[in-house]
């Protein structure tokens, strides 16, 4: 792993149907140079990391996402993974933006 990356702001969130059940969508954010870094696992049948170059892009990459990705567990249907999954990456680009 870079030197770099490890001294980059970083912001994880997680979610789940019960508290401490597992994990529905699972995301960690980082500032880099040239915007943000999003890696979600949990809600996706493999992780995916997304590149943004502003916080504006962070919902339509999410989008992008294609649907066979999500998945419906008895953790959580797919669609409300893709949801909950859009409104994390939406607060950590937000709170990643702040500084």
Same mark, same amino acid.
């Given at each position: 792993?870079? *030197?770099?990356?490890?001294?980059?702001?970083?912001?994880?969130? #997680?979610?789940? !149907?019960?508290?401490?059940?597992?994990?529905? *969508?699972?995301?960690?954010?980082?500032? +880099?140079? +040239?915007?943000?870094?999003?890696?979600?696992?949990? *809600?996706?049948? #493999?992780?995916?990391?997304?590149?943004?170059?502003?916080?504006?892009?962070?919902?339509?990459?999410?989008?992008?996402?294609?649907?066979?990705?999500?998945?419906?567990?008895?953790?959580?249907?797919?669609?409300? #993974? !893709?949801?909950?999954? +859009?409104?994390?990456?939406?607060?950590?680009?937000?709170?990643?933006?702040?500084?």
């Amino acid at each position: 792993m870079p *030197a770099a990356a490890l001294r980059q702001h970083v912001v994880f969130r #997680r979610i789940s !149907q019960a508290p401490q059940g597992r994990s529905g *969508a699972l995301l960690i954010g980082r500032a +880099t140079e +040239t915007g943000y870094v999003l890696a979600i696992t949990a *809600a996706t049948d #493999r992780p995916i990391l997304i590149g943004l170059g502003s916080p504006g892009a962070t919902q339509p990459a999410v989008n992008g996402i294609p649907q066979q990705r999500w998945y419906t567990d008895p953790h959580g249907e797919a669609d409300w #993974r !893709q949801h909950v999954t +859009t409104l994390l990456a939406q607060d950590i680009i937000a709170e990643l933006a702040k500084d």
